[in-house]
């Protein structure tokens, strides 16, 4: 098949050399004449005989002719090939039971369709145009980090970005609002003021987080009530205690220290918890600090003690006393944050701030000309990083003005000065902007981009971020674009490609929908029963309270409402729910960042490995910790770390068909939806989405009908939806896909009932393929189906990587790729470097060059003339 | 924990009664209608008083026959279950009915109604189908800030109680840009809204505690105005290396930079006094929805107390939204049971949202009633607020006769107190008659309005 399309493409271009070397007609042409005349010799008789007996002009099926009375008509619409070469491929036309063409004919309609519809000159072809790229705002945190050493929340700070074809990478929809904008001007000042240090000497400082202070030898069990808060060392109000840590002083001197202190709640509504304690706090046995405290909300306080040291070894104490005996009401809790050695103080011990010889470092000159060239030479290698490509002199010049303007003022330092122009820098569209720059290249050819583009293009794609030393190197010498090969395997080796998994994850199979997706593990389970009338009951009654105005309540609605809410959509207490729902189930935050973290493990581990791409749907491991894996019902699996875990032989997991994260994410809040789940498969997994459903759906009441008295399963509803013939050319498609799933409930867990009646999983794809159960589903897509996922995969990560949707044109740049990795028989490899060396990854439309050449044909009689 | 802590606080300071911006504000606008005579009849009542306009925005629409009153229209209809908890309200709301947005019809587009129903709401503009190439309308509050916005310190101002992160995949082939937003300040560029509400409050108020907050937001002024000068000459000399197609993108970000100019600017003629409303600052986004929604909602009563904007918007949550309503015992998603297939049950609980939505909306009303202006008459009489959704039927995916109350009295210009039915207008003479009621007298279409629904 390869090698079929090889030798025709050869046949093409040798035909243009040909003609082309007759002086007298240009090399397009050759494509222009092919088109129709290729089109009646070679594309029409398959039509003829495949197609045209639904897509002819007259019945027109699907609003699709193949009609020829004008083919220059038909060849011209662009649009309708794509479809004709989607369907194709996917074997989704002609039908199930007529007749097909073969994979020969079809791969002659696709190359014809490439050559003389899209018009791919494979000499120069289109790589497309990529609107300019602003950084999203994972690309900005990670570049932030990398370039300054700090970590600015950007998920918190900045408006979530728009996506477009599925990403967050795509140049056309990330729009810049003025909010946004304001926001980075505001987060340029903040990030400076965090980073570079503005004077040149400071007290030195050892800082002791609180979790340092040990009792009889062990630290503190426990630190804030959500655990997060590893460095804070908690006393509860009501135990005495003492903490003690040893301070290794080096020198001599006077020192001040810095006690940070929190007191802190748990607030219980409408209740106050009065009890008191003493906290002490002793340096050296001797007592400095003795304070009561009662409840505080959180309040922080600090203390500055001054001490006279001698070097060696300083004991340093807390110290907790309750003072009452009040009930215990509330949770109060003293939490030392930490103690902050400040000195020697004398200004010869005097040290540089944290991170200064990072921005500074060379010293600074004391003349107005040695600073304003130690200003050009710092500013001018920042701003060169920032904007991730050489900076001209005349912006250097003034980067430094206005750092000069700056520290010549009086009270400034030279370093308050530099910082001023690092705002600037951070906040310019030069550092917000991907710009990029191209090599000279022939009229009409489509330039390579430059190396440092190229630098940029490969460190967004492959860790979402700048480009680092090595690659800046490179690219100043020009020899990045020599050295591809190596500098990809090294990138995906660097630990920062962690973060192409968890984005390019993340947005593919929607991990990242699993933080927010609420799901009612209630609900999902009571619907594997069949209903109970007296659960429904309680439910009812709570909305029906819950309905009243709470001013209109009695007493004892009251009463019966908060115990509603306790019962009526929670599971009983202490492990087995009230009706009998076995034990209690919850989609904790745990379980979701494990089940994330089994996706993204399950890609990296393909990814790194270099093992076959088909793994990722078919494989007889996964990745779980002590936590998921129970929750999955695999036994033998401890501890909280996510591990690579060998699946026992009858397990279906396995495969992200069957990861938490694809079940949940393709889930209702309170049941699966087979529906969902097909459309993720076609969309996700085998690249043939159906079109959007109709606007007018039909009722379909009869699908909320009972059967035996039970309700009717998902699988008898979804047949009776399918009967009606808007809806079954689609979901004919979508639910067996999605109904092959339904052992697995909107939480992830397998089941074998739903409102009472046994699961039925067994199905058969549009195409043909039968399957029992999802194990065999999973082998028909990494045999039968599995060019469909390469080519799908292939499509999703392009589109990733290069920031903008596919076109037409495009096919072929990714026809090279799927060629590469079936020869590489599915090796990720050969699909991250086909990606970089592909021509839309390389280069740039050349400016001048009409997006759309004239459609084929349109001056059918002057390119006869020229024959 | 402290969320809940400091939202009480919050709310103490909002509505009970700490009266004292609003006075500052009122100088604030009648100074400004000595100075510029033109400017006198932008956005202010008969009394000269600020008239605010705003948006609201809920998802899905609305169970149909239990939104809209029975009887006669008027000022005796007889109340629905949905609109039920605005009763105590009636003086100050009118429902309207009979109001369409076809531009949020299939037409030749087929699917998508989620995403028509939220970019054409305040549009009335088609929207491009594409993925990736955005094209809506100017929205009417965007015109309205154009018209009117250079009355206060900021044009306008846009909120959402929706920080769902926009996942993947939005509906039907429609870039997601058109299902999170409703603001757009052009065809191409939606107006982000914010979601946070410590930050919305802090960047109308400036950050710290009360009493730091004018010295902070002036020492940001300054550091913001020497960012803004470098960074435009950086701006300009890239656009010259762009294409042409690339310089609009750049474009955005030097439209940002001249209203963030204008804005300091402005903050410097307006002065700021009377600016800090002396509340602590709200904590980033509670855990409980009512909570967040009510948050939100506090920072617009805020907004039009100090007279900060006359303009804004507030989108509840995006179209289609899926959130489920745990506290009202509706654990299905929203948009789930919206298609639900005429069973009883389900119609119940879409009801019962529907509901929940009213309610938080009503209990805005109280708020905003119990603020008193410079005329003696309440902030919410002194307004025009539209409630309202995109879709109908959210069942059906229907747009005409759409679910829409109008709240105050716009400072005498509207009576409310009545069910009033248009029988199938365009929305945008509502939005047209809105306009002329701020003064905007240059807008005489809109959309694809038909002309103007100016007193009814």
Redesign the interface.
């Known amino acids: 098949m390869i090698a079929f399309r090889n030798v025709r493409v050869e046949l093409i271009r040798l035909m243009g050399i040909c003609l082309f070397a007759g002086g007298s007609v240009p090399v397009a042409v050759a494509g222009d004449t092919g088109g129709v005349e290729e089109f009646k010799k070679a594309v029409a008789p398959v039509l003829d005989d495949y197609c045209i007996r639904c897509h002819d002009a007259d019945t027109k099926k699907g609003g699709i002719s193949f009609d020829s009375a004008d083919p220059s008509a038909l060849i011209a619409n662009r649009e309708q090939w794509n479809k004709a070469v989607k369907v194709l491929r996917a074997g989704l036309m002609p039908p199930k039971g007529r007749a097909r063409p073969t994979a020969q004919q079809i791969d002659g309609i696709v190359t014809w369709v490439e050559e003389s519809v899209f018009h791919i000159d494979p000499k120069n072809p289109d790589p497309g145009?990529v609107?300019?790229r602003?950084l999203n705002r994972v690309e900005y945190r990670n570049t932030i980090r990398d370039l300054m050493g700090v970590d600015f929340n950007t998920d918190?700070?900045f408006?979530?970005?728009?996506?477009?074809?599925?990403?967050?990478t795509?140049?056309?929809?990330l729009?810049?609002?003025?909010?946004?904008?304001?926001k980075y001007?505001?987060a340029?000042?903040t990030i400076i003021a965090k980073a570079v240090p503005t004077v040149p000497w400071v007290v030195a400082e050892k800082r002791i987080p609180g979790k340092r202070f040990v009792t009889s030898g062990k630290p503190a069990t426990g630190g804030g009530r959500f655990g997060f808060n590893s460095d804070v060392l908690s006393l509860s109000y009501y135990k005495g205690a003492a903490y003690t840590n040893e301070f290794d002083c080096q020198q001599t001197g006077k020192y001040q220290l810095v006690v940070d202190l929190t007191a802190n709640e748990?607030?219980v509504d409408n209740q106050f918890d009065y009890n008191k304690c003493k906290w002490t706090f002793k340096v050296d046995g001797k007592p400095v600090l003795e304070k009561e405290y009662s409840r505080q909300?959180?309040r922080p306080y600090r203390y500055d003690l001054d001490v006279d040291w001698k070097a060696g070894k300083h004991e340093l104490a807390v110290e907790i006393q309750p003072l009452t005996k009040e009930r215990q009401i509330r949770n109060l809790t003293l939490r030392l944050q930490g103690v902050t050695v400040r000195g020697p103080m004398a200004k010869e011990h005097w040290v540089h701030p944290v991170n200064y010889s990072k921005y500074f470092p060379a010293k600074v000159p004391d003349d107005a000309a040695g600073r304003r060239k130690v200003a050009q030479t710092i500013l001018s290698a920042f701003a060169a990083r920032a904007y991730r490509r050489p900076v001209d002199d005349a912006?250097v010049e003034?980067l430094a003005r206005?750092a000069e303007a700056t520290y010549t003022q009086p009270g400034q330092t030279f370093e308050s000065g530099v910082a001023?122009a690092m705002?600037?820098i951070i906040?310019?569209?030069?550092f917000?902007?991907r710009?990029e720059g191209t090599v000279p290249a022939k009229a009409g050819e489509h330039p390579l981009i430059d190396e440092f583009a190229l630098a940029s293009r490969l460190s967004y794609f492959l860790w979402s971020s700048m480009p680092d030393d090595e690659l800046f190197r490179l690219a100043r010498n020009g020899e990045l674009r020599k050295n591809l090969p190596a500098q990809i395997t090294r990138m995906l080796a660097d630990p920062k490609s962690g973060e192409f998994v968890r984005q390019f994850t993340g947005?593919?199979l929607?991990a990242?929908?699993l933080?927010?997706i609420?799901i009612?593990a209630?609900?999902v389970i009571a619907r594997e029963n069949v209903p109970d009338p007296k659960a429904q009951a309680r439910?009812s009654r709570?909305?029906e309270l819950?309905?009243k105005?709470s001013e209109k309540l009695t007493e004892a609605e009251k009463k019966e409402l908060e115990t509603l809410r306790k019962t009526?959509?929670q599971f009983g207490g202490r492990g087995r729910g009230r009706g009998g729902f076995g034990p209690r189930i919850e989609l904790t935050p745990d379980l979701r960042r494990a089940m994330r973290r089994e996706t993204e493990m399950a890609f990296e581990h393909v990814l790194k490995g270099d093992i076959s791409l088909l793994e990722l749907l078919d494989a007889d491991y996964t990745f779980l910790n002590a936590k998921l894996a129970t929750y999955y019902g695999i036994p033998g699996v401890t501890g909280d770390q996510m591990r690579l875990v060998k699946l026992p032989k009858d397990s279906p997991r396995g495969g992200i068909l069957t990861e938490g994260t694809t079940l949940i994410v393709t889930s209702?809040?309170?049941r699966t939806?087979p529906v969902k789940r097909g459309l993720f498969v076609l969309?996700n997994l085998l690249g043939s989405p159906p079109?959007?459903?109709?606007?007018?759906?039909p009722?379909?009441?009869k699908?909320?009908g009972s059967k035996d008295g039970k309700p009717l399963t998902l699988r008898e509803q979804l047949a009776i939806h399918r009967a009606s013939p808007v809806c079954s050319s689609c979901h004919n498609r979508m639910d067996p896909l999605g109904l092959a799933l339904e052992n697995f409930n909107a939480l992830g867990r397998w089941r074998d009932k739903e409102q009472g009646h046994e699961i039925d999983s067994k199905g058969e794809l549009i195409t043909g393929e039968s399957f029992a159960s999802v194990k065999e589903l999973k082998k028909i897509l990494v045999t039968d189906r599995k060019l469909d996922f390469y080519r799908c995969l292939t499509e999703k990560m392009l589109t990733y990587a290069l920031g903008?949707?596919l076109e037409d044109f495009d096919t072929k740049a990714v026809d090279d790729i799927v060629n590469r990795i079936v020869a590489a028989d599915g090796k990720p490899s050969a699909l991250i470097s086909g990606i970089v060396e592909s021509t839309p990854f390389q280069r740039r439309r050349a400016?001048e060059t009409d997006p759309t050449p004239p459609p084929a044909g349109s001056h059918p009689a002057a390119i006869q003339e020229h024959q | 924990?402290?969320t809940?802590?400091s939202r009480r606080h919050f709310l103490r300071g909002v509505g009970v009664g700490v009266a004292l911006p609003a006075f500052a504000s009122i100088r604030t606008g009648s100074l400004l209608a000595a100075e510029t005579p033109a400017a006198a009849k932008l956005a202010v009542t008969p009394t000269g008083a600020p008239l605010r306009t705003a948006f609201v925005y809920f998802p899905n629409g609305a169970i149909p026959a239990a939104w809209w009153p029975s009887g006669t229209p008027g000022p005796d209809f007889k109340w629905s279950r949905t609109l039920a908890?605005l009763e105590p309200h009636k003086q100050s709301i009118q429902i309207l009915s009979g109001l369409d947005h076809h531009t949020a019809?299939?037409g030749p587009d087929?699917?998508?109604?989620h995403a028509r129903a939220n970019g054409t709401f305040l549009t009335g503009h088609r929207l491009k189908k594409s993925?990736?190439?955005?094209h809506a309308g100017i929205s009417i509050d965007q015109v309205l800030a154009r018209e009117i916005g250079k009355a206060t310190r900021f044009p306008s101002l846009?909120l959402a109680s929706d920080s769902?992160?926009?996942?993947?995949?939005?509906?039907?082939?429609y870039?997601?840009?058109y299902q999170?937003n409703i603001s757009w300040?052009s065809p191409?560029?939606?107006?982000?809204?914010?979601?946070?509400p410590r930050?919305a409050f802090e960047?109308l108020f400036g950050d710290g505690k009360p009493g730091e907050r004018l010295a902070n937001a002036a020492r940001?002024r300054n550091?913001?105005q020497?960012?803004?000068d470098?960074?435009l000459?950086?701006?300009k000399s890239?656009q010259s290396?762009?294409?042409p197609?690339?310089r609009r993108?750049?474009d955005?970000?030097l439209?940002?930079?001249r209203?963030?100019e204008t804005r300091i600017q402005k903050a410097e003629k307006f002065g700021d006094a009377g600016k800090d409303p002396g509340v602590d600052t709200p904590p980033?986004i509670p855990i409980e929805y009512a909570d967040y929604v009510q948050l939100m909602y506090d920072i617009l009563v805020l907004s039009f107390q100090t007279d900060s904007t006359r303009v804004a918007t507030f989108m509840l949550a995006h179209d289609g939204s899926?959130?489920?309503f745990?506290?009202?015992?509706?654990?299905?998603?929203h948009h789930?049971i919206s298609?639900h297939?005429?069973?009883k049950e389900l119609i119940?609980?879409v009801q019962?949202i529907d509901?929940w939505y009213v309610r938080q909306f009503a209990e805005f009303l109280k708020k905003l009633d119990a603020v008193k202006d410079a005329d003696g008459k309440s902030v919410l009489y002194n307004s025009q607020i539209l409630y309202g959704s995109g879709n109908a039927d959210g069942?059906?995916?229907t747009h005409t006769n759409l679910p829409a109350i109008l709240a105050g009295a716009a400072g005498g210009a509207l009576k409310p107190g009545r069910y009033v039915k248009f029988g199938g207008k365009p929305m945008c003479n509502m939005f047209v008659g809105m306009a002329h009621r701020t003064g905007a007298a240059a807008v005489t279409k809109f959309g694809d309005s038909t002309g103007a629904i100016e007193s009814f």
């Open positions: 145009r609107t300019i602003r918190v700070e408006p979530a970005d728009d996506t477009g074809h599925g990403f967050d795509i140049g056309d929809v729009t810049l609002s003025p909010l946004l904008l304001e001007i505001a340029s000042r748990q607030y909300g959180g912006s003034k206005l001023r705002t600037v906040a310019s569209p030069r917000l902007f710009e947005q593919w929607q990242r929908m933080d927010n609420q009612n209630f609900a439910q709570f909305r819950v309905r105005p009526a959509f209702n809040p309170t939806s969309d079109p959007p459903p109709p606007p007018d759906i009722p379909l009441e699908a909320m903008r949707g400016e | 924990m402290n809940n802590i908890p019809e299939a087929g699917g998508g109604d993925a990736t190439d955005i846009e769902i992160s926009k996942g993947t995949g939005c509906d039907s082939g870039a997601c840009a999170f300040s191409t560029a939606p107006k982000a809204a914010e979601t946070n930050q960047r940001r550091e913001e020497s960012v803004l470098f960074v000459d950086d701006a890239m290396r762009l294409d197609h690339d993108k750049l955005q970000y439209t940002g930079l209203e963030l980033g899926n959130r489920s745990e506290q009202i015992g509706v654990v299905e998603g789930d298609h297939f005429n069973k119940e609980k019962d509901l069942n059906r995916h």
